[in-house]
């Protein structure tokens, strides 16, 4: 049994739950590119964990070590925070969108948001399907 003050301590210290804390993957679409181990999933997962604690101390020379280990694995919330940091070090706008598209097409669901034009709707399409050119569409692309 932990005693309650240590209870405490570890629940102050895991703080609030991420979605991108995958130890044991998946870590988004395109993973089966990088055939990582269950290890290394492991280990890129605790990069990406003390990356984001770091960038939340706003210790940014340990946020872009551990972001950019974790990055490298194809870590899609590592990808994202690592554009964070490049905003925060005022790296290029060019350098950001990067990330951000980078993270996008990795299955980070903030950075897809991120990309969507002001004012436009996400298109509701199962990806692959063209825009209509016609009154007619095909029903497996989402329209009556």
Known sequence: MVPAGLADLMAQIAG?????????GPLGPPAHQ?????????????HYR????????????????????????????ALFR???LAARTDQEPDDVR???VDA????HGDAQRLL?????????RPPGCAPPRT???????GRP
């Open 116 to 124: 969507v034009p002001p004012g436009a709707m996400p298109s509701r």
């Open 135 to 141: 009154p007619r569409t095909p029903k497996n692309c």
């Open 50 to 77: 003390m990356g984001s604690k770091a960038l939340a101390r706003h210790e940014l020379d340990r946020a872009a070590d551990g972001l950019g280990a974790a990055a490298e694995a194809g870590h899609p919330g």
């Open 82 to 84: 690592l554009a964070v």
């Open 98 to 100: 990067f990330l951000v």
């Open 104 to 107: 996008a097409r990795h299955g």
């Open 34 to 46: 990088y055939r990582l181990t269950r290890a290394e999933r492991e280990l890129a997962n605790s």
């Open 16 to 24: 609030p739950s991420d979605h991108w804390d995958r130890p044991e």
